[in-house]
């Protein structure tokens, strides 16, 4: 079962931030949080993980709160080609094997013009 | 650069048929390899995992194999299809040896058993 908490569907207009919420309250120490995103009928597509401390690459930033119960993932400009399923996802650093990343049913983010 | 290949993009096969779906990972070595499906609109469902050439971990019960004929080949396969095997697969791979990274996924393939 997937660790993690998201809402079914939000909207973001063209150009603002896109601020996607994830909780984890069950979250253990090892587990590092992952997001990924999947536009329709193609393969996940990476965006950023992290384990404690904010994270910023090219395609977005992740905020972890200091208790890392929860996360948000922020697309500081949305485009239209950024309307996805988004994925939250917790993962033991530990788990070298298989299993390790969960995928739950997501955010689906529609950027609207 | 590290490259995933999966074919064949789309499929229609009728029930009872034979499939084989291929996966092949190009530019490294020793990858950990994944078969992930996902029905329409849910999530992805983790079906097998390999970590080695002939070793096959399988997640849930179900009417599909997985086999690692080679070590960047990972292959998922049914004897007799059900309609209830009709999803999108998806093949994705992992550096072996490395403790978080990402895992990268192939493009899937769109499977509709009639």
């Known amino acids: 079962d997937a660790k993690t908490t998201q809402p079914t569907s939000m909207d973001c207009a063209e150009g603002r931030a896109a601020n996607l919420p994830c909780n984890h309250s069950?979250?253990?120490?090892?587990?590092?949080v992952y997001w990924y995103r999947q536009i329709h009928s193609q393969g996940p597509q990476y965006i950023i993980h992290g384990l404690k401390n904010n994270e910023t690459n090219e395609m977005a930033s992740l905020i972890i709160t200091e208790d890392r119960k929860s996360s948000t993932l922020i697309l500081p400009h949305a485009t239209l080609r950024d309307t996805a399923v988004y994925y939250c996802?917790?993962?033991?650093?530990?788990?070298?094997?298989?299993?390790?990343?969960?995928f739950g049913p997501g955010t689906r983010l529609s950027v609207l013009p | 650069s590290q490259t995933i290949h999966q074919w064949p993009a789309t499929l229609v096969q009728p029930v009872g048929s034979p499939l084989s779906l291929e996966c092949t990972v190009e530019g490294t070595s020793n990858p950990n390899l994944y078969w992930y499906r996902q029905a329409a609109g849910r999530g992805l469902q983790l079906l097998f995992y390999s970590v080695g050439i002939g070793q096959i971990s399988s997640e849930v019960p179900q009417n599909l194999s997985a086999s690692r004929p080679q070590d960047r080949q990972f292959i998922l396969s049914s004897k007799k299809l059900l309609l209830s095997d009709s999803g999108f697969y998806l093949c994705?791979?992992?550096?072996?040896?490395?403790?978080?990274?990402?895992?990268?996924f192939g493009q899937g393939t769109r499977l509709t058993v009639v």
């Open positions: 996802i917790v993962r033991d650093v530990n788990s070298n094997y298989g299993q390790n990343f969960v």
């Open positions: 069950t979250i253990s120490g090892n587990e590092y």
């Open positions: 994705a791979w992992r550096p072996r040896g490395t403790l978080n990274t990402e895992a990268f």
